[in-house]
Every structure is written in C-alpha cells, then in structure tokens.
C-alpha cells in the first residue's frame, strides 16, 4: 500500500483520500471531519458535494442521529438478510449466547459499530463481519431445523426451499442485466445479489463513434436538478491515445482550448437529462464553442 500511495500522492504516507480531501473537501466519512470549503468549476461536483452534506448531516446533527442509523440500518438489512434470511434473526438470543462463537459476535459487534458511526455505511464497509454474518445465517437454519414445529416439516421445508429461490432470482436478475437491456429505473438500488452500476448510460455513445472514422471529442453537459450518483466523464488510461475521450462541457473559452489541443478530433456534444432523454449531436464548426 505505501508503494501505491508513494505512485499516487508523491509520499507513502500520504493517503489518495487526503488528497482528495485537500483538492475537493471530500470525503467526510468521519464525524469529526469538518466540511471543507471550495470553489468548484461545475455544476456536477457541487451538486455531489450537497449529497455528501447531506449524508454528513446524518452523523453529526443529533436530531438527524436517528434518521441516519435507521438508514443505514435498512441498507445493511436488506442486503446482508433481506426477507428471506431475516427468519434467523428471531433466534438472535440462543445464537448469540453460543460460548464457542463469543469472540466472533464480539467482533463482528466492533465491525457494525464503526459502519454505523461512519457516514453512508455501505454494504462493502461491513465486508469484514460477512463470515459471521454467515454464521449466524447457518445457526439460523439450524434453530429453524430444530424448532417445536420440526414435526410438521414447515421448518426444514423453508431452510430447503432457500438455495432454489437464491438461484432463481440470481437468474432473473442476469436475464434482466443482459448486454443489450435497458438499465434499471432504480440505479442506486443494492441488493446482495447484484447491483446495476448504469455503465450501460453512455455504452450506446461509445459504441457510435467507436464505428466512426478517426477520433471523436464528446463535450458532456448535464441538465440535472440533483446528485444522480453515476458519471459520465471518465476515460481510458493513455488518454490522448483514446479513439473516444469525454470530458466536461464548460464555458466557451475553455471548451475552446479543448478543441484546439485536440485539433483532429470530431467534437460531439451529449446532453444528459436521464437514460431515456439523453440527446448526441456532432457539432456543426469546430469554432462554434467559442
């Protein structure tokens, strides 16, 4: 990791984050991490850094406290339980007094204290509990296996029936997200099975002027009224080499010393409302950006 920091920032113990922070005041995952006041060029990092306020707002303004915990909380649920694993946690108190496994719930307790105090709570910050949270899955079964109504078979016939239905929905969900379907109408959605990240947004760009001949410029405006989570503007990493580069739409003056570094490429223009109301044009004169 020092090697990496030393590649990145210049000094192995300078972290990518603080210079992240340093540059863009961003990100505040901590409590005692104050905001950071700066200036921004667009539109889009500023409506992002609203979005970090606001989830900032959710760990340090007490009457936010609850609203924030309640969050993060049904976040975590729902990806690591969900309605069909949440069964087990009606056993939570035989399984957690389980001597042998003490040390791991006492671990794993740490794990989801420091997610819940940190900002947002992401399912992948609560990676390092995943095995006991698997544990407790298992356990679960084995209480339901074992309960008063084992006689009746409803029990082990629920703990059986999970692998089926954990694979239907895995197939479901790899028909649905398919080369060629359109994304989900609910991009921010997690699940523990599969997210839909939205790379496909811009896919059909890419794949129009990849077939066009020579190299191509995309100038990206958005005209959104929040944060929508997912970015247009990235591009591979020998960036003058690139046959398609994107970049920011900006005022006239800089849009033009673009166009004029790149002087052999096509310029396009994208306008990004939402997947269904996206909208490519070439534009008509090189110097019309001015």
Known sequence: MSRHFS??????????YQVNQQTYGWPMTL?????????????????????????????????????????????????YFGVLLSFTL??????LRTKRSRVVWIAAAVVCAQVLI???????????????????????????????????GGGRLFVLA???????ILITRAILQAPGSPATSQPNYTSWCCSDTR????????????????????????????????????????????????ARDMDPRRNQELIDYYPDRKVWQVFVKNTAATVLHESADRNAMR
Not at 40 to 69: D, F, M, N
């Open 118 to 152: 940190e900002q947002s709570g992401s399912p992948h910050y609560l990676s390092p509990a995943a095995p006991a949270i698997a544990l407790f899955w298992v356990q679960g079964s084995r209480h339901l296996m074992q309960s008063r109504r084992r006689k009746a």
């Open 199 to 246: 790379l496909r947004d811009r896919n059909w760009v890419v794949e129009k002027l990849e077939a066009e001949p020579g190299r191509q410029l995309v100038l990206v405006h958005y005209d959104l009224d929040s944060y929508d989570t997912f970015e247009w503007v990235y591009n591979e990493p020998d960036l003058d080499s690139a046959k398609v580069v994107f």
């Open 90 to 95: 009606l056993f939570a108190v035989p399984i």
């Open 31 to 79: 409590p005692w991490f104050q905001p950071k006041h700066v200036d921004y060029r667009h539109r889009e990092l500023a409506l992002y850094r609203g979005y970090e306020e606001a989830e900032h707002r959710l760990i340090t303004v007490p009457s936010q406290l609850p609203l924030g915990v309640l969050v993060k909380a049904s976040l975590l649920w729902r990806f």
């Open 7 to 16: 590649a990145v920032t210049g000094d192995r113990l300078t972290l990518p």
């Open 162 to 168: 999970q692998v089926p239905v954990f694979c239907a």
